[in-house]
């Protein structure tokens, strides 16, 4: 149930069961978003400057999704779950390597996390949806495409 008293027109259950749905994507889009910052941090290799600078660009933007999704939660009456030990516990990513990794090795690790949470985020699109919740579903759809779009600037540079 939804620990805040809304007036926010969605039948409460439904809400309860957006805002698990919401704190889970919120774990796994924080745990990608330290992934990336530890990639950040510890990058290695010839192309060092042009990776250490993605990996910033490419934290940023899911520092925004981390915000849209933690919002969404508490504006349907929720609790947003989003310290970084919560992220530990509940996150489905597996663990970034935590030594200096070279640039290479570091964009493929990352490319495996993005093709995870994206393959997440359709699911939360389309449960959400099933749910009632247009708007929800509405937020899920544009994390899609941005991070399908991230996962295309790390791809290609693999290829």
Not at 110 to 125: F, G, H, N, P
């Amino acid at each position: 149930m939804p620990s805040y008293a809304t007036k926010n027109d969605l039948p409460a259950t439904t809400r309860s069961k957006v805002v698990e749905l919401l704190n889970q994507q919120l774990a796994d889009s924080f745990d990608l978003f330290s992934q990336i910052k530890q990639a950040h941090w510890n990058v290695k290799g010839i192309h060092f400057i042009a990776l250490h600078e993605l990996f910033d660009k490419l934290a940023e933007e899911t520092e925004d999704y981390v915000d849209d999704i933690a919002e969404r939660a508490t504006a349907l009456g929720g609790i947003a779950v989003g310290t970084a030990r919560a992220a530990g516990k509940m996150s489905r990513l597996p663990e970034f390597p935590l030594e200096g990794v070279e640039g290479k090795a570091a964009v493929s690790v990352l490319v495996d996390r993005y093709a995870l949470l994206a393959a997440s985020t359709r699911k939360a699109i389309e449960t959400s949806a099933q749910l009632g919740d247009a708007g929800t579903s509405d937020l899920f759809t544009g994390i899609s495409r941005g991070l399908d779009k991230s996962l295309w600037f790390l791809e290609a540079h693999l290829q």
